[in-house]
């Protein structure tokens, strides 16, 4: 394969290392797999921005549904066009990876199911959500009775203090209740 | 930092300073690693580690030397560290996870045959039953007290398993965290039904489609549910399956009774004139009526149309009620046979007293004494030793037992497996989809299974002591053999609910279990004198007596009177009502301080969701106030992030407008704890270090 055109620094790497739920192993890998994605220009650049379109193209996240929510809560780009840094994408691959803990897992989980950004999950972001999950077929969506009674029963388990949404406390209480979903909260490379 | 060369005061720094300097520099230490699991972005993380580094190997440094010039210069510098706090809120303390919560539920069944089978000091086979042991007060040069020591261990056992039992169910209790008994069905099928290692896009399509469905399912099950429609029919339904279950239960109770009578009317007519199945009856009708009635009672539920989570918890009901009706039948059989045992023995003792007499030949009178006879042991005739026979019967149940679930394994499962997957090419009908299929793994029958296998341990292990032994035998070569079958033969369970949401229940059936099968054994102890020929206690009236003897004879005579007197009713009594009152304070603090906590937690939710709105307001006003002014510390990093935050706050009443300039992000790099959003939000209930240091 060849080196890549920027090798990652030592000190830098057990930096990383250090900041992660990564073992070097797999931050030298996530370096690879990233510097594929750059374009030819962007390699000389001091901290180069791999465009969205452009990470959705993995096959890790290829099939997900929720890739552009997660592409969005991860980027630190000014423009909101959810384009990834290397450090973003680190810290997209330790949130997602074996040993993180489920307080991490749990606190992005609820960004990436919070549609509007606006920090608690209403019946529009619920909504949302459901529609993702069920594909993006018409024939395999749920009705709108089925939709408002799901929604419903969602927030009558989940919602403690009665004000309509689930905000993070919440969430994390449900979660944390949740047998599968540390193992299913899992991107490896 | 000015370093005074030219000056030698000899300034010391004060154990407080030093004592606070210390303290700064492990917190340091502390926020370094648990940096890892802040969900803060990479930039603004190593920020911070790089400054907490630099901060540590500055001050570690001058906490180790004494020289009082650099001393000064430090302490300036520390003042100056310690007034800039740049972390407004202390690292967060984390509770380290107890993972050793599932290493004890195994343990409970475990640690008490292995300890059980330490004590007792010889390894010989024969050691199996109680009318090996001698009832010889005390053995060899060590003064070893051979009956004492059975009974406190059999005692003793019974009471470490109590404990254990409880410490368990109180931890478990504990975990809990206060009686939230909610089960999550539609939040987790939202929130947790997605696996994001899915890569494949067919992998995915049918994952969309199972998602879907299990929706549509879940929301229709839960309409089901809530229709009320003919409610007299299902009433009825639900009495006639309830009386069909007592019929059942009171059939296999009266087979069993029939059974025992019939095994003890084959006893007196001589075990050789019958069949291997005569002779084994009561077992085997035991074990295989535990076999068949738990399929007749899921066959009757369906009558009944429950909601499946409480349909599973009334055959639980159900099956312990069988096992324990069994169980107790046998005990009672069982008592017959003890009692005809001993009118053995009162016919025995009789005749020995005529056998001896014979021995002299009639030529002695009253009161004369006459030099032993030396008369062979073997020749000697041996009382009959009900203990042993009461040993020799748990063996075999035991044994019957774990024969029976072995051949139900092997042919229920494997045998089923390998007719349906051989069978299915030569079929008319789908064999692995309709019936008989694989079969499924059933968590809560094998449970229960172990639970009542316990059970009878429990009641058999002082009157066979080496049963515990054995059981951890055949506990091993259970784990393996179902190892390997759930693995080739089983399917898991189309609906997973679990019998109730703690993991108290099956603690509690354990503990009801533990109490109803010491019971007899206890009753047996008390009420019914030891055989005169076998045993450590032959010859006493009362097995307890063991505990009177070793009171008179080998402690001092003041103990015994101080005992004595502590076992008086008229203080036991006393005792026991006031150990009653106790019981009942604690369990309405206890009921109190649960209701205190959910109301506290309420509040608390309530509480930050207010603070956040107020902050939320006071940023707003930040913002109009210092519209103008672009911080000239500010770094474009943390315009960056300042940007990023400003986007997770608390629900907001107007939009910030776009043009707006970064908020006043004080100092460059540090970021005040409290102000954007997300930060801020109320820590969950238990924290949890990272459990893994990777290097």
């Known amino acids: ?189 | 930092e000015e370093e005074k060369v030219g000056e030698e005061k000899p300034e010391v720094l004060s154990p407080e300073e030093l004592e606070k300097l210390k303290e700064e520099v492990d917190e340091r230490k502390k926020l370094i690693s648990t940096l890892r699991g802040k969900p803060w972005p990479m930039r603004k993380k190593l920020l911070t580690l790089r400054e907490s580094h630099e901060f540590v190997e500055k001050y570690e440094g001058a906490l180790g030397k004494g020289k009082s010039r650099k001393l000064y210069a430090y302490k300036v510098m520390m003042l100056k560290a310690l007034m800039g706090r740049p972390y407004g809120s202390m690292p967060r303390k984390t509770v380290p996870r107890a993972d050793e919560a599932n290493a004890m539920d195994f343990a409970v069944l475990w640690d008490f045959g292995v300890i059980t089978n330490c004590l007792f000091g010889y390894a010989q086979y024969s050691v199996l039953f109680y009318g090996y042991y001698n009832s010889q007060r005390a053995i060899g040069w060590l003064k070893f007290r051979m009956p004492l020591s059975y009974f406190l261990v059999g005692v003793g056992t019974v009471a470490y398993s109590y404990m254990v039992v409880i410490r368990t169910m109180a931890r478990n209790a504990n975990e809990d965290g206060g009686g939230d008994n909610n089960s999550f069905n539609f939040s987790w099928k939202m929130f947790t039904s997605w696996d994001y290692l899915i890569g494949n896009p067919e992998t995915a399509d049918n994952k969309f489609a199972s998602i879907t469905t299990s929706f549509k399912e879940a929301i229709l099950e839960e309409q089901e549910s809530r229709k009320d429609d003919n409610i007299h029919l299902t009433r009825f339904l639900r009495v006639l399956a309830n009386f069909l279950v007592l019929c059942c239960l009171a059939g296999s109770g009266y087979l069993i009774y029939f059974v025992v009578r019939r095994s003890q009317k084959f006893a007196l007519e001589g075990l050789e004139s019958h069949s291997w199945w005569e002779r084994n009856e009561v077992n085997m009708v035991m074990s295989l009526l535990g076999m068949f009635c738990p399929m007749l009672f899921d066959v009757i539920s369906a009558l009944e149309n429950y909601h499946p989570r409480i349909a599973l918890q009334w055959q639980l009901g159900r099956i312990f009620a069988l096992f324990l009706g069994n169980l107790y039948t046998f005990i009672i059989a069982l008592m017959d046979e003890i009692n005809l045992k001993r009118e053995e023995e009162e016919v025995l003792k009789l005749n020995m007293t005529i056998w001896e007499a014979s021995l002299y030949n009639g030529t002695l009178g009253v009161n004369s004494t006459a030099p032993p006879i030396t008369v062979h042991p073997a020749d000697i005739p041996r009382g009959p030793c009900w203990e042993t026979m009461v040993g020799q019967e748990f063996v075999r149940l035991i044994v019957s037992d774990t024969m029976t679930t072995y051949i139900t394994l092997l042919i229920g499962d494997f045998l089923r497996a390998v007719l349906v997957r051989f069978l299915n090419y030569c079929w008319c009908w789908d064999l692995e989809a309709g019936f008989p299929s694989y079969s499924e793994f059933d968590v809560s029958g094998n449970v229960l299974g172990l639970i009542f296998n316990q059970g009878m341990i429990w009641m058999g292990a002082f009157y066979a002591p080496c049963l515990p032994a054995l059981n951890v035998l055949r506990l091993h070569v259970s784990m393996y053999l179902q190892c390997w079958a759930v693995m080739c033969c089983n399917v898991p369970q189309e609906r997973v609910f679990k019998a109730s949401g703690s993991n108290n229940f099956y603690m509690a059936m354990l503990l009801v279990i533990l109490f109803l099968s010491t019971l007899p054994a206890i009753y047996t102890i008390v009420t019914i004198p030891p055989s005169f020929d076998c045993g450590p206690f032959s010859g006493k009236s009362r097995m307890f007596d063991v505990i009177q003897e070793t009171l008179e004879s080998d402690f001092p005579a003041w103990f015994g009177k101080v005992f004595s007197y502590a076992s008086n009713p008229g203080l036991v009594l006393p005792f026991l009502l006031l150990m009653v009152l106790a019981i009942y304070y604690l369990q309405s603090t206890s009921k109190s301080y649960k209701q205190a906590n959910l109301e506290l937690k309420k509040k608390l939710q309530t509480v930050s969701r207010t603070i956040n709105k107020v902050l939320t307001l006071i940023q707003h006003l930040l913002y109009s106030l210092c519209g103008t002014c672009t911080d000239i510390v500010c770094s474009p990093e943390s315009k960056k992030k300042g940007g990023e935050h400003r986007a997770h706050q608390g629900k907001s009443n107007h939009q910030i407008p776009p043009s707006a300039t970064s908020p006043p992000a004080p100092r460059g790099h540090r970021i005040p704890g409290p102000l954007p959003g997300n930060q801020w939000q109320p820590a969950p209930s238990v924290q949890r270090v990272p459990n893994s240091q990777r290097h």
Do not use: W
Request: glycine share 4%; net charge negative; charged share 30%.
């Open chain 1, 1 to 189: 394969m060849g080196t890549t055109a920027s090798q990652l620094r030592k000190d830098l790497l057990s930096e990383y290392q250090e900041l992660t739920f990564l073992t070097k192993q797999e931050i030298i890998l996530a370096h690879k797999r990233f510097s594929e994605l750059l374009s030819k220009e962007d390699r000389n650049v001091p901290t180069p921005r791999v465009p969205m379109e452009k990470v959705l193209s993995l096959p890790e996240l290829k099939s997900n549904p929720f890739r552009k929510r997660i592409c969005h809560v991860f980027s630190t780009s000014d423009m909101k066009d959810g384009s990834l840094t290397f450090e973003d994408f680190l810290d997209l691959l330790s949130a997602f990876s074996d040993s993180a803990t489920l307080e991490i897992k749990s606190h992005y989980a609820f960004r990436i199911f919070d549609f509007d950004d606006d920090g608690t999950l209403d019946g529009g972001d619920l909504e949302k959500l459901v529609n993702c999950l069920t594909g993006e077929t018409d024939d395999t969506r749920l009705t709108t009775e089925e939709m408002r009674q799901l929604i419903s029963n969602i927030l009558e388990e989940s919602d403690i203090d009665k004000d309509g949404t689930v905000n993070l406390s919440e969430f994390q209480h449900v979660i944390s209740r949740s047998p599968d979903f540390v193992s299913s909260f899992k991107i490896v490379l």
